[in-house]
Nanobody
């Protein structure tokens, strides 16, 4: 059974920074993509960032481009999300997701592309 565990959530002031991590275990990720989504109160779960574990190609939502950086950690199936210049609108529960394959290149942005999900970690940005 594949499990994803997020960590690093918490509270930061607007303009500050936080780093989230997600570790995958219990499954085969020989070829896969890992991603971050977020869900704010009253809003649908939305794409934040993704990375291909082989090439390290990255993808970002326009709302976080230039502020957030997604990365991998060496040979482990672990990803990080460095969040800089935080805004109030970044407040949400952040979810780690993973898939063993991509249906299409554009599928990295789609929630239904990902078969495995973490339980989420709360990020709160204060004024």
């Amino acid at each position: 059974q594949v499990q994803l565990v997020e960590s690093g959530g918490g509270t930061a002031q607007a303009g500050g920074s936080l780093r989230l991590s997600c570790e995958a275990s219990g499954g085969s990720f020989a070829t896969h993509v890992m991603a971050w989504f977020r869900e704010a109160p009253g809003k649908d779960r939305e794409f934040v960032a993704a990375i291909t574990m082989g090439r390290g190609s990255t993808y970002y939502a326009d709302s976080v481009k230039g502020r957030f950086t997604i990365s991998t950690e060496n040979a482990k199936d672990t990803i990080n999300l460095r969040m800089n210049s935080l805004k109030l609108e970044d407040t949400a529960v952040y979810y780690c997701a993973a898939t063993s394959f991509l249906r299409t290149q554009q599928s990295v942005y789609a929630r239904n592309q990902y078969a495995y999900w973490g339980q989420g970690t709360q990020v709160t940005v204060s004024s």
